[in-house]
Each structure stands twice: as C-alpha cells, then as structure tokens.
C-alpha cells in the first residue's frame, strides 16, 4: 500500500527561546527537521513526504530538502492556524488508498524499527499510536486543590501517529473542537477505538534547550 508521511514542522518554537524555530535548529551539524525527514525516508523507499512549514520558511525548507538528495518524495505545504489545520492541508493533498504517518517535525530521534512497526500495525488495525508509560510520580488539579494519578495508568503518546487513510481522511472533515490535541484524539471523536503500542524513551520531542543536548549526546553514540 502507498505510504505518506505528513510532518508537522509548522511551529514557531517559542519556548526554545530562539528567533529561528526549532525545526531549522542545528543537530550534528544539521537541521533538527533534516534527522526527522531523514529516518522516514530510510525507513521506506516508497514512502512519500508532506513537509508542513510555516510559510515565511519556505526557503529553509527547500534547501533541507535538496541536501537529502530525495527532492522528488516531498512536498512542502503552508501550514495552518493550529495543527489539526496543518495536518488537513497535508491531509487534502493526499488522494490514493494508503497508509499516512503524522509526526512531529522536531522529533527528530524516531527509529526507523517504529515507523516501520506503525505501519505493520496500522495496516492490520487500521491505526497505530506509539506510546510510552509515565515514570513520574504525577498529580492533577482538582478545584482548588491537587490529588495523586496512579502513573501506572498514564501513557505518554507520541508520533508517528499511524493511519489508514480512509479512517484519517474522513475524521479530518469534521470541524476543529479545542481538544483536538493531536490525530488519535480527533480519529477517536469518530468512535474509532485508538490502538496503542511501545513507543520510544528516545523519541522525544525537541522543545527546550535541554532537548538539544540530550539528542547531541544520544547522535554522537548512534
């Protein structure tokens, strides 16, 4: 079956506390967006890559792009006021039976075994989200007051988010709702049961300039 990716890399960053957003950060010499794009690529010969931008960067995207020596496998698409209108975009250019990965632009530590392992799943279950078990003792607000969660019971979820693109497409008509954090929460609205499998502890999200650093060190030893 066809394969997509849309990454999502349409943010500006702001908590990184940098002018440029942290997609176009240097990683080992490259841009944080260039490790994320490179890992799907390898992953799938097949696969093809909507590059969601802010439109304003369009330019950095393009050189990203020519540097993987694949520019034929992209397209780069204006991102839109939240993410679930940047990923329609991506979304709405997208026409064949297939399977789609959503991802984040700036989780740039995925492992090709996990894309891989998403697709396999996704094409058995229809869908596929990776996620991992909280290691923090965790409390939630409550009125004016907080109590403890038993963390046993928390996953963390992460990207790729996995879908057949029937099931992705048509959830993606309805209209925007504030608690569309992310693709399985606007999939599960439409009553379509969520599965989740092992993520990664490596596949983080880069946010703060501390996440630069662990992923430095974690690239300088794989």
């Known amino acids: 079956?066809?394969?997509?990716?849309?990454?999502?890399?349409?943010?500006?960053?702001?908590r990184m506390g940098s002018s440029i957003p942290k997609q176009f950060l240097q990683l080992q010499n490259k841009p944080v967006l260039w490790h994320t794009v490179t890992a799907f690529l390898k992953a799938f010969d097949d696969l093809e890559i909507k590059l969601v931008l802010p439109k304003g960067h369009f330019d950095k995207g393009h050189s990203i792009i020519q540097s993987t020596g694949e520019s034929k496998?992209?397209?780069?698409?204006?991102?839109?006021?939240?993410?679930?209108?940047?990923?329609?975009?991506?979304?709405?250019?997208?026409?064949?039976?297939?399977?789609?990965?959503?991802?984040?632009?700036?989780r740039c530590l995925v492992s090709q075994d996990l894309?891989?392992?998403?697709?396999?799943i996704a094409l058995k279950w229809g869908n596929a989200i990776p996620a991992i078990n909280s290691v923090d003792s965790l409390r939630m607000e409550k009125n004016e007051d907080h109590e403890i969660v038993d963390r046993n019971k928390i996953k963390i979820i992460q990207t790729p988010q996995t879908f057949r693109s029937d099931i992705l497409k048509k959830a993606f008509q309805q209209e925007y709702r504030d608690?569309?954090?992310?693709?399985?929460?606007?999939?599960?609205?439409?009553?379509?049961?969520?599965?989740?499998?092992?993520?990664?502890?490596?596949?983080?999200?880069?946010?703060?300039?501390?996440?630069?650093?662990?992923?430095?060190?974690?690239l300088e030893n794989h």
Not at 115 to 120: E, K, L, V
Not at 187 to 209: A, D, F, H, Q, Y
Request: proline share 1%.
């Open 115 to 120: 894309i891989r392992r998403c697709y396999d």
């Open 1 to 14: 079956m066809k394969k997509y990716a849309v990454i999502v890399a349409a943010g500006s960053g702001t």
């Open 73 to 106: 496998r992209f397209e780069i698409i204006e991102g839109g006021e939240t993410r679930f209108h940047s990923v329609k975009n991506g979304l709405n250019t997208i026409q064949d039976a297939s399977i789609i990965f959503v991802h984040d632009g700036v």
């Open 179 to 218: 608690f569309f954090t992310d693709e399985a929460s606007v999939v599960e609205s439409t009553g379509i049961k969520i599965k989740l499998i092992e993520g990664e502890e490596m596949n983080i999200k880069i946010t703060r300039p501390f996440d630069i650093l662990i992923a430095e060190k974690y």
